[in-house]
C-alpha cells in the first residue's frame, strides 16, 4: 500500500465518476495540474455505506523533493479543501477528503457542505483520522484499516483502542467537539433555564 494516499468520501453518490472527473478537472486546471485518475474503492469499507457514504480514491503522482519541484508548482493534495468545496457545491451534498502521508506521519481532512462553511484539520495521523471518523460517523479503526498497510495499520489500530475507539466496539460513537451551532443553542438553552428559575422563584 503507498505511503500517500488521498480518498475522498461522498455522501449517498453512487456510480457518476464522469461527473466527480469533470468536478476534479475544473479544480485542477484552475491551478495548472494535470486531473488525477479517479476509482472506487474496492472492496467497499465495512461498515460506510451503512453510514451514507461512499469512497473514491485519487491516483497521486509520485512525489517530488521539495525542492525538486518549481517554487509556485503545487501538489495535488494541496488542493484537498478545494476538491471537497467543489463537489459539496456541484453534488448539493457533504463531501469529505482525507489525505495521509505514512512515511512523514502527517494527515490533512476538509468537510464541506452546501451553503455551510468548511472544517478542516491537519497533523498528526491518527489524530486527523480519528476527526474524519466522527465527521463521517464511522469507527476509527475502519480508516486506519484503509490508510494504515501492515505494522502502520497495526499501530493505528493499537492506537485506537488505546483511546477508547476500538473498531467493532458495541455502543454509541464519541459525540463530536461541539461546534459554533452547539454552543449558540446550549447559551439559549442556559439562558432559558435561567429565566424559568428567576419566574418560578416570583411565584413563590
Known amino acids: ?32 495540474l494535470a486531473t488525477p485518475e479517479v476509482k472506487w474503492v474496492e472492496p467497499p469499507p465495512e461498515g460506510l455505506a451503512d453510514a ?4 473514491v480514491e485519487l491516483e497521486l503522482p509520485p512525489a517530488p523533493g521539495r525542492k525538486a519541484r518549481k517554487s509556485e508548482q503545487p501538489f495535488l493534495e494541496e488542493q484537498l479543501d478545494a476538491m471537497s468545496q467543489a463537489l459539496a457545491q456541484d453534488f448539493r451534498d457533504r463531501a469529505l477528503g482525507l489525505f495521509v502521508d505514512r512515511e512523514h506521519s502527517y ?14 484539520v491537519e497533523g498528526e495521523v491518527l489524530d486527523v483520522i480519528r476527526q474524519a471518523a466522527r465527521w463521517l460517523d464511522v469507527e476509527t479503526g475502519m480508516l486506519a484499516r484503509l490508510f494504515g498497510g501492515g505494522n ?3 499501530n493505528l489500530l493499537a492506537a485506537a483502542v488505546d483511546f477508547g ?4 466496539r458495541s455502543g454509541p460513537p464519541a459525540p463530536p467537539e461541539p461546534d459554533e451551532d452547539d454552543r449558540f443553542v446550549e447559551a439559549k438553552l442556559t439562558q ?8 418560578l422563584n416570583t411565584r413563590k
Open 107 to 120: 494527515a490533512r481532512s476538509c468537510i464541506s457542505g452546501p451553503g455551510r462553511p468548511s472544517k478542516a
Open 165 to 168: 475507539n476500538e473498531p467493532g
Open 192 to 199: 432559558a433555564r435561567a429565566y424559568m428559575e428567576q419566574y
Open 152 to 154: 502502520a495499520a497495526r
Open 1 to 32: 500500500m503507498p505511503h500517500r494516499r488521498l480518498i475522498l468520501f461522498l455522501s449517498d453518490v453512487e456510480g457518476n465518476l464522469t461527473a466527480l472527473r469533470q468536478t476534479l478537472k475544473r479544480v485542477c486546471e484552475a491551478v495548472d
Open 52 to 55: 451514507g457514504w461512499h469512497a
